[in-house]
């Protein structure tokens, strides 16, 4: 860890894999809860395409990958809060047109594009700069904010959105709010897990959780936990085994899955037991 931590460009990937760590599950909780589990794959294919706008106009990829993401991630919500269109159909619909735009845009950009948007794609460590630690610290910032000041009205939402319009909550804005944030997700995390695989940090780390826990915000601080030491591990791994980080921190935290499956059990059969008399 010593030798990692003397390397500059380490110390501003594990910045950045921390602050991804925190914000992919704590978002994803809500997302997961509203049974929108795709949703964060479908606004990464959008973000293709800011991307490729930025490649393509010689701007900051992040500053139009954000305003993409935004604009895909509103349009898809009232698409969906509209009804003509079912909510899986949509976000094929955001699926297709963020793969085609992004691969349309690419081709117009200059020369050397593509290798550097496998970064965007897969993870890259080094191509963590430090602006992009500001700006990874910025929206975590927003995204954490988000959650801390409308979590509980959010809770509701995801729970049932009649109960939530029956109490006076603001159904329409608190929807387009978790798409929203969402999206500013998709483009913190780009950068580490990778466009195709960012999902995977906002889903994961949620269902480990719901092995062990119970109540909501218990399983959205232990997925905050564990989505931390998939993106630290994964990326240290990458380190050593020179891979993309995106792959192998989607791996760590399918593992952790795949073993919180067994330690669940084991932990929910420890509690019947205690409760029976």
Do not use: K
């Not at 305003?67 to 919500?77: K, Q």
């Amino acid at each position: 860890m010593i030798e990692l931590l003397s390397l500059g460009l380490m110390r501003r990937a594990l910045t950045a894999a921390l602050l991804v760590g925190l914000a992919a599950p704590a978002i994803g909780t809500f997302i997961v809860q509203r049974r929108l589990a795709l949703l964060g794959d479908g606004i990464g294919h959008v973000a293709l395409t800011g991307v490729a706008l930025g490649f393509l106009t010689g701007t900051a990829p992040v500053l139009t990958a954000v305003a993409v993401s935004v604009l895909g991630a509103v349009t898809i919500e009232l698409v969906r809060a509209r009804g003509r269109t079912s909510g899986d159909v949509a976000l094929a619909l955001l699926f297709y047109g963020g793969i085609a735009g992004g691969a349309l845009l690419i081709s117009l950009a200059p020369g050397g594009s593509n290798t550097t948007l496998m970064s965007y794609l897969f993870g890259s460590i080094s191509s963590v700069t430090a602006q992009d630690v500001w700006a990874i610290g910025l929206l975590a910032a927003a995204v954490l904010g988000v959650v801390a000041v409308f979590g509980r009205e959010l809770y509701v939402l995801c729970q049932d959105e009649e109960v939530a319009r029956a109490s006076g909550l603001p159904v329409r804005f608190l929807s387009l709010l978790i798409a929203v944030t969402a999206a500013l997700t998709v483009v913190i995390a780009m950068r580490v897990v990778g466009l195709l695989l960012v999902s995977a940090l906002m889903v994961v780390p949620v269902a480990t959780s719901q092995q062990f826990t119970r109540g909501f915000r218990a399983t959205m601080l232990l997925s905050m936990v564990f989505g931390v030491l998939a993106t630290v591990g994964g990326l240290t791994s990458s380190f050593y085994v020179e891979v993309p980080p995106g792959a192998i921190i989607v791996v760590v935290a399918l593992a952790g899955f795949v073993l919180a499956l067994g330690l669940g059990r084991f932990v929910r059969r420890s509690r019947s037991q205690e409760s029976t008399p």
